[in-house]
Structure formats: C-alpha cells, structure tokens
C-alpha cells in the first residue's frame, strides 16, 4: 500500500505530487495538462502531447534524444491523451530506473525532470514553430489512432452513443477532435495550443516511485518561474441529473455483428454524491461475469454476444454496450431494462452483492500493481474533496449497505438508445 503522498504547490494552478512508493525498481514522472474539453482546440491540443515527446532544443533530433534515454539506463518517453469528465487530459511521462538502483548512485529521477522540463518549455522549433516533418508524422499517427478506434465497433459504438447523448455538452467532442478536423491543423494552430498550454492549463505533476522527489521540484519550480502563468482555465463537467426523454439513433454499416449501446443519467458524479454505491452498482447491474447483464441476458436468455455496463464518475453516466443479432435487439433492450429495475428494487441477494463488493475491491487493489496504475489513481483524483488510496477505496466498498446501492439505482435514467446494424438487415 503506498504510504507516502506528498503534494508541494508549484506555482498557480500547478500541483506536484509524490507517490512513494518503493515496490518497483523503475520510477515514473508525468506532467499532466488539463484544459476544458472543446471542439474547437480538442485536435490541436491532442497532437501537442506526441509532438513534445519528439525533441527538444538540447536534443533536436530523435536520435540525441534517444542517446540521452539511452544514458540514463534506457528510459523512456510516453505521450498519452484522455478525458476526465468534460477535461481533456494531456499528458507527458517520463520513465526510468529508481535511483536506489543507479550504478554510480546517479539521480536518474532529477534528470528525467531536467529532461521533462526541457521537452515541455523548450521545444525544437524551426521559424518558430514546431518542424513540419514532425507536425505531418504526428497528424498521421493521430488519425491512424483515429480510425483504429472507426473500424473497431465495439469501440466505435460506445464513442459514437457518448457523442450523439451528449452532443450539446463539451463531453460529446471525443479526446483527439475529429479527423477532419486534424487532418486540416496548422503549424499555428498546434503552436499556440501549446503557449495555452503553458499559460493557462491546470497542471498535475505527478512522481511514483522511491526516489527523492527534491531535485524534480526544485527543476520544475526553476522552469515555472520563467513562464507568465496567466487565469487559469476553468476544468468543470456538467452533470445531468436525469434524462427528460429517451432519444434513439440508428446507424447502418459494413457489420457482421450488431451493436447495442445505452447510456443512462445518475446524476451523481465526483466530487458530489455517493459514488462509492454507483459504482458498486454498476458492477452489480453488468460489470462483473456475477452481475445481472452477463447472467441473465448472455448467458440465460443468449441474447448477447456480450453485454456489460460502465460508470464514469466524472460525468455522471453509466453505458451498457452489447453484440447482438439484428432480431434480438428489442428483446435485449427490454431485458436489460428489466434488470435495472431488478436492482432498483432491490431484487438481488447478499451473496450477489459480496460478488460485485470483491470483484470492484480487487480491481482498486490492482491499480497498485504498476506505476502507470498507481499514477492514474491519484491523477483522477484530481477533482475529489478527499484523495484516498487503492486500499481505503477498496475497504469503503465493502462498507456499503444494499440500501445504499438500491438508493442510487433509483437515479438511473435512460436517456440515448443507439444500434449499429449492417446494410443487409436494416
């Protein structure tokens, strides 16, 4: 269990926190951007994470920087973009040996801050902007992500339900923007993406690992003292608190496997609401192969190819997706209704409930298993009133009452119904 998390305030709106954690014998340094999700900037600001991570002035070339990595016993650089509830996440990581390995009791960890500091504050640029070259392989790469994403459609369906239930709120722009819009992006566009960035983003600064954090804050507060922070962007999610009407939407493609996608409004989302008892819930309702779906409408009824639910605390929402035949579609939407309300009357056992307690204690206590979970943790934490571990989460799980769980169901409302068929049975 990690014992040590320490938070040191940088500068306006920048937080670095130390994970201690002395379990691995690699240590991991990440400087998260958080800026409110748009449609307008989403693309520009997604390319900027994998640009960084290219070069940077003291190393312009991909092969001085894979030297420098080289040096300090073969770390590595990772670009990563996601949302948390309607904010788009970007983010940089650094990854190298713990310094209680170092041969020559090298600090590996204040290097790879050095390194971080560098990539985020003092790009490469040519006629002051990022490298063309760079700009065309970083688009291409984006849009490659983009398509793998179209041309999975289980993936594809639940993006597209997300995006059509809340296509008048910031949480309907999907993480990358759209491809159109990153195929039309512009060297100035990307550029001044990154000056908001530097400006004007929330930041998290995030060291998991047993090294002394010391040298990383002192390099980052160095590199912040340079940058003219200005107002802070706000990073806040609209949350619905119940569907006023069920909206439907239907899609035909190439497809030999149908899909079904539900999304549903709580209303209860962090940092508000007994979100502890939703996603309990929610793990009761399908997320689990104890829970209801996966029982009842795949397994009994053989209604689904598969069939699962999800929550996501940060907006407030719980989909279901399921693989269907085109003739049971209705059959499966109808019995996937009859077991929420199962659970919204309490229609379950004490056995049921211990299954879906262990099996969501179990996937906290995981996260602790590798830096990369550890990070995550505590980063989607960010917008909580109060940080707990892997552990205390996993412990007030198994704190909560069958009361509880049926008083949160009752808040579940359908609000968007989606099926993807192909072209021969629509």
């Not at 989403?42 to 960084?52: D, E, G, K, M, R």
């Amino acid at each position: 269990m990690t014992k040590n998390i320490t938070r040191i305030p940088i500068c306006d709106g920048v937080t670095f926190h130390s994970i201690g954690e002395k379990r691995f014998k690699t240590g991991r340094l990440t400087a998260a951007m958080l800026l409110p999700l748009s449609a307008e900037t989403a693309s520009a600001n997604a390319v900027l994470p994998y640009l960084l991570r290219r070069s940077c002035r003291r190393y312009p070339t991909f092969r001085a920087l894979n030297e420098k990595l080289s040096s300090l016993y073969g770390a590595s650089l990772q670009a990563q973009v996601y949302k948390l509830g309607e904010v788009q996440v970007l983010a940089v990581s650094a990854v190298g040996l713990d310094d209680r390995y170092a041969l020559e009791k090298e600090e590996v960890a204040g290097e790879l801050a050095e390194l971080l500091c560098s990539i985020l504050f003092d790009p490469a640029f040519e006629n002051g902007q990022f490298r063309q070259e760079d700009i065309d392989q970083e688009k291409r790469q984006l849009i490659e992500q983009i398509d793998s994403e179209f041309n999975d459609k289980r993936i594809y369906a639940q993006i597209r339900c997300e995006e059509l239930m809340c296509r008048d709120e910031a949480f309907g722009v999907g993480r990358f923007g759209t491809k159109k819009q990153v195929e039309a992006l512009t060297g100035g566009e990307i550029y001044s993406a990154w000056r908001r960035a530097l400006s004007s983003a929330r930041m998290e600064l995030m060291m998991v690992g047993g090294s002394d954090p010391q040298k990383a804050v002192e390099g980052f507060q160095k590199a912040f003292a340079q940058v003219s922070r200005k107002e802070i962007l706000p990073c806040a999610t609209q949350i619905i608190a119940k569907a006023d009407r069920v909206k439907e939407f239907h899609d035909v493609m190439d497809v030999a496997q149908a899909k079904l996608v539900m999304g549903f409004r709580t209303g209860i989302a962090v940092p508000g609401g007994d979100v502890t008892a939703m996603r309990l819930m929610s793990a009761l309702f399908g997320g689990t192969p104890h829970s209801k779906l996966f029982l009842n409408v795949r397994e009994k009824l053989s209604l689904c190819y598969y069939c699962s639910s999800s929550y996501d605390r940060h907006k407030g929402i719980v989909m279901v997706q399921s693989g269907v035949e085109q003739k049971n579609i209705e059959k499966a939407r109808e019995e996937i209704l009859r077991q929420l309300q199962a659970v919204q009357e309490g229609d379950f056992s004490a056995e049921d409930l211990d299954a879906a307690k262990m099996s969501v204690a179990n996937s906290f206590r995981t996260m602790s298993d590798y830096l990369g979970g550890l990070e995550a943790w505590y980063l989607s934490q960010a917008f909580e009133k109060t940080v707990l571990t892997p552990e205390q989460s996993a412990e007030a799980v198994g704190g909560v009452t069958k009361e509880q769980v049926v008083k949160v169901a009752q808040t579940v409302s359908l609000d968007t119904v989606y099926q993807l068929t192909g072209k021969e049975e629509a």
